[in-house]
């Protein structure tokens, strides 16, 4: 099966830096990548996804990379905000899968004022 | 257009009784698909429905787990003689039909027991 790993597990910033986090999956047929967050108590929300055809897609101060060949792909917030602190889970799809997504473990983020 | 709905939010069992969870997909999702996420831990897949079908249930213990999605009404997460090691959130999430990438998530039933 795949087996999506994530870091970091935990990322501390200034508010106004950016912030990068990696994710590594196993299954070169997967071909969809969504990028959750959760708060503390809620549920996740998909914030952005990028398709295997697609190596970068951007969306205001998000933007998500894609590397098929080294089979990584990242997340990177740019300008952050208290507001942005949360658990962020990347995750991939294999299109065989049933539709099922596998999560890697979250990176707790904190952007300090 | 509400969200995926679960309730009830939170349940408390003792050991060897059933939990039940259900879902409400949001309205024209017909896919639908449980995760448990135990403290500090990723989002795990359990199984993932259509109405009336099981389509793949992979990530689903083989003993004391079940899960429905009949033609009327929820999806049903069922949980028969709960252990403590089953304390977990679990979220469920629905896609649109024609669209089978995106899932949107529901805000989770906690499930601790004593």
């Known amino acids: 099966g795949e087996n999506v790993e994530q870091h970091p597990s935990t990322l501390s910033v200034q508010e106004g830096d950016s912030a990068v986090i990696k994710c590594t999956y196993s299954d070169s047929a997967s071909n969809y990548f969504p990028w959750y967050k959760q708060e503390l108590g809620k549920r996740p929300q998909l914030i952005i996804d990028i398709r295997s055809n697609v190596g970068e897609k951007k969306d205001q101060r998000i933007a998500v990379t894609l590397n098929k060949t080294a089979k990584h792909f990242s997340l990177h917030i740019t300008e952050t905000q208290p507001e942005d602190s949360a658990v962020y889970f990347c995750a991939a799809r294999r299109p065989d899968s049933g539709y099922a997504l596998n999560f890697g473990k979250g990176t707790s983020l904190l952007v300090t004022p | 257009n509400a969200g995926v709905m679960q309730n009830p939010r939170h349940l408390v069992r003792r050991r060897g009784q059933e939990a039940r969870l259900r879902c409400s997909p949001m309205?024209?999702?017909?896919?639908v698909y449980w995760y448990r996420q135990l403290p500090e831990e990723g989002l795990k897949f359990m199984v993932y429905?259509?109405?009336?079908?099981?389509?793949?249930e992979s990530g689903m213990p083989k003993e004391r787990f079940s899960a429905e999605f009949p033609k009327e009404g929820p999806s049903i997460l069922r949980i028969q003689q709960v252990v403590r090691g089953d304390s977990a959130a679990y979220f469920c999430?629905?896609?649109?039909?024609?669209?089978?990438?995106?899932?949107?998530f529901g805000p989770g039933t906690r499930l601790t027991v004593l």
């Open positions: 999430a629905s896609s649109p039909s024609g669209n089978y990438n995106e899932q949107f």
């Open positions: 429905l259509q109405k009336e079908n099981i389509i793949d």
């Open positions: 309205k024209g999702h017909s896919h």
